[in-house]
């Protein structure tokens, strides 16, 4: 008996993501994905956080942590690990995961970038990600023509089993305008691996 429940479990799973309900198939088993706290600086490029460089063609780079890298260094610069971020990509673990995201940008057009709203399985390892852009002022380095926000969240998945893969939708904060979508993925410790 305990072996036919099996298979006609097996056989609706696979029913599910032939008729196209993988992501209700995940969000059943995995639950709801929320943020659980972030931390957002926006500084003078020159003052680099992350290893690596940006891609030629796209102003952001970003990856997930489902697990803390082996050494922090692969990914952070000794700047970083000096600072705010120092611990911050140990939060990948148990349930959370962590989303390491940077965006570069002229100086007149300075901006934070959060996640926020709901975040939402797409498929059994990828999730949408709405990211928040908030034009602000900045008054630091007077020499910076080109700026950089670098922001990290914990995110939690209720049942654990976090995405290897996300869409990041940014969205003007007041007006709701979409700025662009990105696609990012698993950090693969290849310090200048970028985004999608």
């Known amino acids: 008996m305990r072996r036919r429940a099996l298979l006609t479990s097996a056989a609706s799973v696979s029913l599910a993501a032939t008729t196209g309900c993988l992501t209700d198939a995940r ?26 460089s ?10 997930l942590f489902p697990d803390p890298p082996d050494d922090q260094r692969d990914v952070l ?32 057009q300075a901006v934070f970038y959060s996640p926020s709203g709901p975040i939402r399985w ?5 999730a949408e990600i709405p990211i928040r852009r908030s034009e602000t002022y900045f008054s630091g380095d007077d020499d910076a023509d080109e700026l950089v926000c670098t922001a990290i969240a914990k995110l939690d998945a209720e049942n654990g089993g976090a995405p290897t893969r996300a869409t990041l939708f940014i969205r003007d904060q007041d007006t709701g305008e979409q700025f662009g979508q990105y696609r990012i993925r698993e950090w693969t410790n290849r310090c200048s691996a970028p985004s999608e």
Not at 77 to 89: F, I, Y
Request: aromatic share 10%; hydrophobic share 35%.
């Open 27 to 52: 969000q059943s088993v995995s639950g709801h994905i929320y943020q659980d706290h972030g931390f957002a600086d926006l500084h003078a490029a020159s003052k680099q956080y992350v290893c690596g």
């Open 122 to 126: 797409t498929g059994w390892n990828s």
């Open 77 to 108: 610069t000794e700047q970083a690990m000096q600072g705010e971020l120092s611990n911050d990509l140990l939060w990948a673990e148990g349930d959370s995961f962590v989303l390491l995201l940077e965006v570069r940008m002229p100086r007149e």
């Open 54 to 63: 940006f891609p030629d063609d796209s102003p952001v780079r970003g990856w």
